[in-house]
């Protein structure tokens, strides 16, 4: 089965701008959760999707958003870019609803740039 | 905010040696997950150990969970050079899905 896909690996913004970044999901997982990593913050949770509804969402502002498709994909979309904005962003799919009962699989990650 | 912090920030070793890292939460958890990552990549899965057992094996790994001190541990025994990476605890914090809350890693280097 292919692994977790995310699309682009890396990206260079400029500020002001938007950007959307695309996560494939393993076949079959309907769950997908979406975080920021930075060396200040670590590992943040922005949101998780699941059967196209976002089910949990992280502090973040309303400059983040994402949706989910039939097929399960997920895109995350960042509006009015600031330099702070620059992280790894990992997607990561899980088989069924909750965690406790399953693991969550990583994609390698974009990592965005914000100059 | 981080639910989980995790001793030591980093930890240097040789080859055969033991590593042995502990983390610490805030709240009452379901679950506590550890995850390895390789220099800004992905992570990946380790182990997954329920708010209702205590320890945990698989191969050279061993994770323990103390509820009453909120604290668990991840031993990693007879380390190699590929077990060089950050691992990171984390928590599921309730039943509404997959929501994860990250510890700050620690970073591992095991020399050959």
């Known amino acids: 089965k292919a692994g977790v896909t995310q699309t682009p690996r890396y990206l260079i913004k400029t500020r002001g701008q938007q950007v959307t970044l695309s996560c494939s999901p393993i076949?079959?997982?309907?769950?997908v959760s979406w975080y920021q990593q930075t060396p200040g913050q670590g590992l943040q949770f922005l949101f998780e999707?699941?059967?196209?509804?976002?089910?949990n969402k992280g502090n973040f502002p309303g400059r983040f958003s994402g949706r989910q498709f039939s097929n399960s994909r997920s895109e995350m979309n960042v509006s009015t870019l600031e330099l702070g904005d620059s992280a790894l962003y990992l997607c990561?799919?899980?088989?069924?609803?909750?965690?406790?009962?399953?693991?969550?699989?990583f994609g390698p990650g974009t990592r965005l740039t914000v100059l | 905010s981080q639910q989980g912090e995790e001793d030591p920030q980093a930890l240097s070793i040789q080859e055969g040696e033991n590593a042995t890292m502990n983390c610490s939460y805030k709240?009452?958890?379901?679950?506590l997950q550890w995850y390895r990552q390789n220099s800004g990549r992905g992570l990946v899965h380790l182990i997954l150990?329920?708010?209702?057992?205590r320890e945990k094996h698989s191969g050279r790994l061993r994770v323990t969970l103390d509820t009453s001190k909120k604290s668990s541990s991840l031993l990693i025994t007879a380390s190699r050079a590929a077990d060089t990476a950050s691992y990171f605890c984390?928590?599921?914090?309730?039943?509404?899905?997959?929501?994860?809350?990250f510890g700050g890693g620690t970073r591992l280097m095991v020399k050959p």
């Open positions: 990561a799919s899980s088989l069924i609803a909750v965690s406790s009962y399953n693991e969550q699989f």
């Open positions: 076949s079959g997982h309907r769950s």
């Open positions: 999707y699941f059967s196209e509804t976002q089910r």
């Open positions: 709240t009452s958890i379901n679950n």
């Open positions: 150990i329920r708010s209702n057992e």
């Open positions: 984390a928590t599921d914090l309730n039943n509404a899905g997959n929501m994860l809350t």
